[in-house]
Each structure stands twice: as structure tokens, then as C-alpha cells.
């Protein structure tokens, strides 16, 4: 309590002092907008830059106020969401019972884990023909390929969470007579549920390009397909509107799941997580 | 790596009898030699089941001799060679415009902080999102061509490098910041002899997980917005029923993908030996 | 140089080399905006050559305490005087080792020991490297100077925080806990060592620490702090001989006489800091 005190207190100049939120929020905001005046300076004012190439802030605000209000929109908006959002589901199953299995045998261990790890650095991504080939333009291939891109993340770190359980843990609850399902459900699991969704918040990230790269290349519709659509027709204030319309998705979702990080797993110190490995 | 030998060096030692006790006493060469046969074990299964059982449709998923066959035709065609460098061009020139302005922008990012509360939530936005997203936009100001691969590669190698940066400096141990200041050590020496080496082991944490992502990049805009490059290769392989070639070429990409890890490994042991984990 | 403001003291009188003055540390803490004092109206003089353990429960402030003296940490209010000078903030003349080593992980054994020299600037000509093996030796790391602190066990990397501190030469030891995070063993073997180090060269060391015998093995004085706020309880003389072996002190009647002394008046102290922890 003592040190942690006088860190903050006499830290020398170059580390991080107490927060001011509010302060820094305002800097933030201010250079936000500096960015975006000077973005529409240099296309609408003094034309530095044609506007059919880079249209000022000011279309893109009206792209995208325009967007929200197309049907079309919100349909490829439930088209990608669905097919995210059920690739996931299936890959935090099989991903989770795949890492604690992998992390709790030592035979499985050392026989499955160093493929696990192979496949994990894999560009999975390079599969992607292949499964539109294989499964047809539809909902499956996307699905397929969400689950493929976002399952080995969520294997990898709860296989790293189970197997740095400490064994004095699990001796401790031996101790008191804690076994098997038990054992499993109140301490090996709860202890690995950080490291499974440090694994899923990066699992959603890696599902999401899945997700895109499937309607990239085989579209049928979702907001990838729109968002190209839209730069090949040159409508550039719509595809950016639709960039931003992926960056606010794409951040919602990993705010999410910091936010179920924080309410299931209040204990654990996330930097220990992101930094860990 | 050292990820897996801690994986494979500690863990529950509870229940370890039989096969995993004898698997936890090989020595290394015993372990890479299990490995070996393992590998070995799969190959001859998969081409069994697809090549000679064919109980896999082997257009979908071609046996491990016909993907050798298609990485020979590859390579006699010319096409690998002629791909493969153009392929590599534009990752090198990504990753290393990614570590030029990374860098830099880290350390600013790590020293101050007003720097740090304006760049950061922005860098975190951007790196949040998936590069795939930028592609299309990419594709229209660059054109079609190796522009669109240098800059995805560029992006999404630049991220994971700036903010592991910024975290290196912002995360020194403060109890050597003490020592240094006790000693006597300026402003500037604080940050030659205390901050940047402290960072060095962050810095390659940043580079290896931008060699992952810079190789996804590439892929991804050779696929959607290439006519050469390996991930062109993939697309027009798979797109003509030639999964054998399609195959052999992701090959090549993840040999790539996981030799420049190592490389950035080694680079890492030989720059910085004392994060080389302690032998007694 | 300028010392205009405070007052020499005679010519002749043996002037304390520390002088810590109606002490107080108190700081914001940010999370709830309130004030937190950690020691408060602390006076002590050091003599030049006495070795003065500093004793109390955790969270008594003496690590602040000691922190202050080191120039780390800056007074609220009353002074550090160190030579008759007032502290404002490290200098040369005093050396720290810490309970966590703090070594560089980067920089092998023997360039470790080189730091303090190193910043301040006392790199020139070739007699350095002489020094540095020689504090090296002093310690007992000759054959591991091109080790890495990852590679050496707790005990080790403490020695060389001791070796680090004494190169440079210093004329004020601060030691913070330097045993703390060592095994009982090695803790026992460096205390005897420390002491004789100590008495062969001179020093003058301010030595914190929470066991009741390092504090006595090691003191010609002992400062006993309680705590909320930090404050000074008693300061006991411990009139031991030197130099002192573990065994041959342990059965001294004095040291026994002092150890249930101290005993008493840190179980005093630890109660009510229990108690003032659970209100």
C-alpha cells in the first residue's frame, strides 16, 4: 500500500501520473476535431485533394446518416452479426473444451499442443477460397470460417490459463476434498476463465475478419459485401461510412467482452493477460 | 516458442503416470523425435484416407503426394518463384514501414503522456478493428496492384508494434527507475540505460505478433485486391480446381509466416541475451 | 556549498552525519482524495560509522523514511540534513540496496556493479575496473561476473546489490530490507557477512528491517517505529560487542533481554495496527 502510494505520488517525470479523465478526454476531442477540420480544409476549401478520392468529413457524416436509415443496411448488418455471432458461439464451445482438455493431460499435451500452436501461427486466412469452395456462397462458409479464425486463440489461451493453474491450487482443493466435476467446475475453470476470454476477445477480432473476408470473396450480401460494393462503384463517401460503421462494430464487440471480462472475472488484472505471453 | 517449452516444462504434475510420465522424462532430442514420428503418423493417415481409401472428396482436401505433385508443378511453372517475390517485396517493405514508424511512435507514445492519452485510444481503435475492413478503401486510392498489399501489411504490422512499445516504456519497474535515480543517473540516462532496454523485450513480443498479422494482411489483400502474390496464387488455384497447388502455396505462406517468427526470435536472443530464461 | 540557513554546529563536537528533523511524509491518494500521512514528526541523529537498524511492523513508514533520506521521496514538512546539508534528492554520498535488488536484468553481474560509477561519471582511466572486480570479489561473486541476475539465486543477486552499492564509495549505507526476500539460510550467512563488511570499512548504515534478532545482531542502535502514523516509539542502545558472530550473541543475557523488549513492544504495535486496520 505504502509503495504503491509513493509511486504515484513521487514517480519520476516520464511515468504515467494519476488519470485525469476528463482533461485528457477534452485533448482527445480536440485533436479529433483539429484532424477532421483540417481534413475538410484541405478537400472542400483549399482542394488539395479531388473529393471523388477522399470526400470531406462532411459527406462522410451524411453517407453515413443516410446508411442508417436503408433497409438494405440493416439487413446486411443481421446477415454479418448473425453469422458472427454463431461462429463464435460454436468456436468458444469447442475452443474452451479443447484447451482445458489439451491443458489438463500432459499426454495431450505434448502430443496435440505443438499442432495447436502450428495451426494457431497459421494464416488461416489463405483457407478461405477453399471453404467458399467446399461450402458455396452462403451463411456456411462464413460461419465455417469465423469458427476456423477465432476457435485456435480461445484453445490456446485457456490450454496457457488450465495449465498455469497453479498446482497448489488444485492441491488446496484436494485438500478439501474437492474432486473431479467439482474440481473441474470450482477451481480449474473460474481459474482459467480470464485467460478463455483474453482468448475470445481476441477470437471475436480474428472471427470478424473471417467474417468479412467471406463476403469479400464469395458476396452474398453482409456489410463487407456492401462496403465493396460501394468502393468499387467509387462511392467513396459511402465506403468510408461503411469502414466507420465496422470500426464502431469491431469496437463494440471487444468492449463487450472487456465488459463480461470485467463482471466475471473481477479479480484478475487483465494486463497480466494482454502482456503475459 | 518459449511459450510452448514453458507449456511443455510446468504444469499440474497431478495424475502424471504411464505415457505422460515417460513423455515428461524424454530429453529434448527424445521429445523431437516423438514429434517426428507423430507427424510422420499423420501424413501416412491423411494420404490413406484420401489418396488410396478416398474417402474424401480429394478435390476439397487433396492428399499430402498430391500436394507435393502440385508444389512441383508450382515450382516448374515458374508461377511460385514469380509470386513469391512479388509477395515478398511487398511484406518487407510493409514490415519495415510499419517498424520505422512504430517504433518512433512507441517511444514518443511511452514518454509523454499527453502523447500517450491522444495516440493511444486512437491506435487501440484502429488496431481493434480488423485490417480486412480498410481493404476496399485501400484498393480504390492505390489501385490494383502491390500498393493496397504494402499498405494492409503496413497497418496491421504497425499496431501490435507502436502500442507493445508505448507498454515497454509505460511498464518499467519502477524499483529501477529508483535505482537508476539513487545511483545518480540524468533525465537522458534514465532513458538510454533504464527505459529502452527495459523495452526491448516488448518490442519483440510487438514484432513477432506483427509478422502474424502483416502475413494475414498480405494474404487478404493479394486475395481481394491482387493479380499476383501468393494469395492471388491461392485464389486462382482454388478458383480453377486445383486445390493440390492451392494447398502447396498456403504451405509456403505459413513457412514464411512461422520463419519470420524465428528469425525475429533469434534477432531477439542475439540482441538480447538476458531475456534468455536462466539454465540452473 | 551554501549553507547559510542552517546553523554549524561547534567545531570539535562530533556532529551527527545524518540529521533527520521534525519529519512528516503525507500524500493524496488518488483513488479516494484523501490525505494519508506516513510518518509524522520523526528526529533522529546518525553519528558518522554507527550502524542504526530501523525497526517496525509493515506499513510503519520506514521504507518512506528511509526513501526520504535517500532523496527519493521529498519532506512535507522538517528536514534531512546529511553532512549538515539538506537533502533535496539522491546524491553520491549515499548508496541504496533494495529489498527487491532492483538489478538491471539487461547488464551482466560485473556491469551491474559498474552503474553507480558509471552515473556518476567515474568511468575514467583504468582503475574503475579494478574497483569493480574488487567489489565483486568483496562479496563473494568472483567467477560470476559475466552472469546474468536471471541466472543467480536471491541471495546472490542481493550481493551484488551490496557490491553495487559499495563501489561507489559512499559514505551512508541505506539498506532497505536488503534480506527480506531471501531464504533463512542465506539470510543468515549474509548477515555475519554484512557485519563484518561493515566494520571493515566503516560506514555508516541506516538498516530497516521487521526481525526483532537482524535488528539487534546488526545495530549499535535500534530505532523502533510504530505505526499510524509512522512515528518514532523508542531508540534503544544495544551496548553489544563487536564484532558479533550469530552464535556467540544469540546466548548473551543482553540480547535476550532486549529480543522479549522488542517483542513486546512490536506485538503492542502489530495489535494496533490490526486494530486500526479492521475499523
Known amino acids: 500500500m505504502t509503495t504503491i502510494s509513493i509511486e504515484a505520488v513521487n514517480a519520476p517525470p516520464l511515468r504515467r501520473h494519476r488519470r485525469l479523465p476528463d482533461k485528457w478526454a477534452w485533448l482527445l476531442m480536440a485533436v479529433v476535431a483539429g484532424i477532421l477540420l483540417v481534413w475538410e480544409a484541405a478537400v472542400s476549401w483549399l482542394h488539395l485533394v479531388p473529393e471523388s478520392f477522399l470526400p470531406p468529413p462532411t459527406a462522410v457524416a451524411a453517407a453515413f446518416v443516410e446508411l442508417l436509415g436503408r433497409p438494405d443496411f440493416w439487413q446486411a448488418f443481421v446477415f454479418s452479426l448473425q453469422n458472427l455471432a454463431i461462429g463464435l458461439v460454436l468456436a468458444v464451445i469447442v475452443g474452451v473444451i479443447v484447451g482445458l482438455a489439451v491443458g489438463w493431460s500432459p499426454v495431450l499435451r505434448f502430443t496435440v499442443a505443438p499442432f495447436l500452436w502450428l495451426l494457431y501461427s497459421t494464416p488461416k486466412v489463405a483457407l478461405a477460397p477453399l471453404f467458399i469452395l467446399v461450402l458455396g456462397l452462403g451463411n456456411e462458409s462464413k460461419i465455417a470460417l469465423v469458427f476456423l479464425l477465432a476457435v485456435f486463440p480461445i484453445i490456446l489461451n485457456t490450454m496457457e490459463g488450465a495449465v498455469t493453474v497453479n498446482a497448489s491450487l488444485v492441491n488446496a482443493a484436494r485438500v478439501y476434498n474437492v474432486n473431479g466435476v467439482a474440481l473441474g467446475w470450482k477451481v480449474i475453470f473460474p481459474a482459467t476463465l480470464p485467460y478463455s476470454l483474453a482468448g475470445i476477445q481476441r477470437g471475436v477480432a480474428l472471427g470478424f475478419t473471417g467474417e468479412v473476408l467471406g463476403e469479400f470473396l464469395g458476396g452474398a450480401g453482409g456489410l463487407g459485401h456492401l462496403l465493396e460494393f460501394a468502393a468499387y462503384q467509387f462511392e467513396m463517401a459511402e465506403a468510408i461510412a461503411m469502414v466507420f460503421v465496422m470500426v464502431i462494430v469491431a469496437n463494440l464487440l471487444l468492449a463487450l467482452i472487456s465488459a463480461l471480462r470485467k463482471r466475471l472475472a473481477p479479480w484478475y488484472d487483465d494486463r497480466q493477460v494482454m502482456y503475459g505471453a | 516458442m518459449s511459450a510452448m ?61 498430391d500436394i507435393a505433385r502440385g508444389f512441383g508443378e508450382l515450382v516448374a511453372s515458374g508461377s511460385l518463384a514469380a509470386n513469391a517475390a512479388i509477395s515478398l517485396q511487398a511484406w518487407l517493405i510493409g514490415f519495415a514501414l510499419a517498424v520505422v514508424v512504430g517504433i518512433p511512435v512507441g517511444l514518443l507514445m511511452g514518454g509523454s503522456l499527453p502523447v500517450d492519452k491522444v495516440v493511444g485510444p486512437i491506435a487501440w481503435t484502429i488496431y481493434a478493428t480488423p485490417t480486412i475492413a480498410y481493404q476496399p478503401l485501400s484498393k480504390a486510392w492505390f489501385g490494383f496492384g502491390i500498393g493496397p498489399v504494402i499498405f494492409l501489411v503496413t497497418v496491421s504490422a504497425l499496431f501490435p508494434i507502436l502500442l507493445n512499445v508505448a507498454a515497454g516504456m509505460r511498464t518499467t519497474s519502477p524499483s529501477l527507475l529508483r535505482a537508476g535515480r539513487v545511483y545518480g543517473a540524468s533525465r537522458f540516462e534514465l532513458y538510454r540505460k533504464v527505459f529502452l532496454p527495459s523495452t526491448v523485450p516488448f518490442l519483440f513480443a510487438g514484432l513477432r505478433q506483427a509478422v502474424v498479422l502483416a502475413t494475414i494482411g498480405m494474404v487478404v489483400a493479394e486475395m481481394t485486391g491482387s493479380s499476383s502474390g501468393m494469395g492471388a496464387l491461392i485464389i486462382k488455384a482454388a478458383n480453377t480446381y486445383q486445390t493440390d ?31 534468455r530464461k536462466a539454465r540452473r | 556549498m551554501t549553507t547559510t540557513t542552517i546553523e554549524r554546529p561547534e567545531p570539535g563536537a562530533s556532529a551527527p552525519l545524518i540529521s533527520v528533523r521534525n519529519l512528516t511524509v503525507s500524500y493524496n491518494v488518488a483513488r479516494t482524495g484523501k490525505t494519508l500521512t506516513a ?21 510503519c513508514g520506514k521504507t518512506t523514511f528511509m526513501n526520504v ?34 538489478l538491471l536484468p539487461w547488464r551482466t553481474v560485473f556491469d551491474n556493479v559498474k552503474f553507480g560509477l558509471e552515473m556518476q561519471s567515474r ?35 542481493q550481493r551484488v546489490g551490496l557490491a553495487r552499492a559499495i563501489v561507489a564509495e559512499p559514505r551512508i549505507l541505506l539498506m532497505d530490507e536488503p534480506l527480506g526476500a531471501v531464504d533463512a539460510l542465506t539470510r543468515e550467512v549474509m548477515r555475519d557477512e554484512i557485519e563484518k563488511l561493515i566494520a571493515a570499512t566503516g560506514k555508516t548504515v541506516l538498516f530497516i528491517t521487521h526481525s526483532i534478532e537482524e535488528a539487534i545482531l546488526l545495530g549499535d ?18 551496548g553489544l560487542e563487536r564484532p558479533r558472530s550469530e552464535r556467540s550473541v544469540q546466548s548473551e543475557p543482553r540480547f535476550l533481554e532486549l529480543r522479549d523488549h522488542l517483542w513486546e513492544a512490536l506485538q ?9 486496520a479492521g475499523s
Open chain 2, 5 to 65: 517449452s514453458a507449456i511443455f516444462a510446468s504444469g499440474p504434475n497431478i495424475g502424471r503416470r504411464g505415457l505422460a510420465s515417460w513423455l515428461a522424462g524424454l530429453s529434448a532430442g527424445g521429445r523431437a523425435a516423438v514429434l517426428a514420428v507423430e507427424v510422420l503418423l499423420l501424413l501416412v493417415v491423411w494420404q490413406l484416407v484420401v489418396g488410396v481409401w478416398g474417402l474424401v472428396n480429394p478435390v476439397f482436401f487433396p492428399a499430402p503426394l
Open chain 2, 245 to 275: 497447388q492451392a494447398f502447396a502455396a498456403i504451405f509456403v505462406v505459413v513457412i514464411w509466416s512461422v520463419s519470420m517468427t524465428q528469425v525475429v526470435s533469434l534477432v531477439e536472443r542475439w540482441t538480447a541475451p538476458w531475456t
Open chain 3, 39 to 59: 510518518i509524522e514528526g520523526v528526529d533522529l541523529d546518525v553519528r558518522e560509522g554507527e550502524f542504526v537498524t530501523v525497526l517496525g511492523p509493515s506499513g
Open chain 3, 69 to 102: 533520506i535517500a532523496g527519493l521521496v521529498k519532506p512535507t514538512s522538517g528536514e534531512v540534513l546529511v553532512d549538515g546539508r539538506p537533502v533535496t534528492g539522491p546524491g553520491p554520498d549515499r548508496a541504496v540496496v533494495f529489498q527487491d535488488y532492483a
Open chain 3, 123 to 157: 568511468l575514467k582511466g583504468d582503475g574503475w575496473r579494478d574497483r569493480v572486480q574488487e567489489a565483486v570479489e568483496l562479496v563473494g561473486l568472483k567467477g560470476f561476473e559475466s552472469s546474468y541476475p536471471r541466472e543467480l539465486s536471491g541471495g546472490m543477486q
Open chain 3, 221 to 238: 542502535r535500534i530505532v523502533v517505529f510504530k505505526s499510524h502514523p509512522g512515528a518514532i516509539k523508542e531508540v534503544i542502545e544495544t
Open chain 3, 268 to 276: 503492542h504495535e502489530a495489535t494496533a495496527a490490526a486494530r486500526v
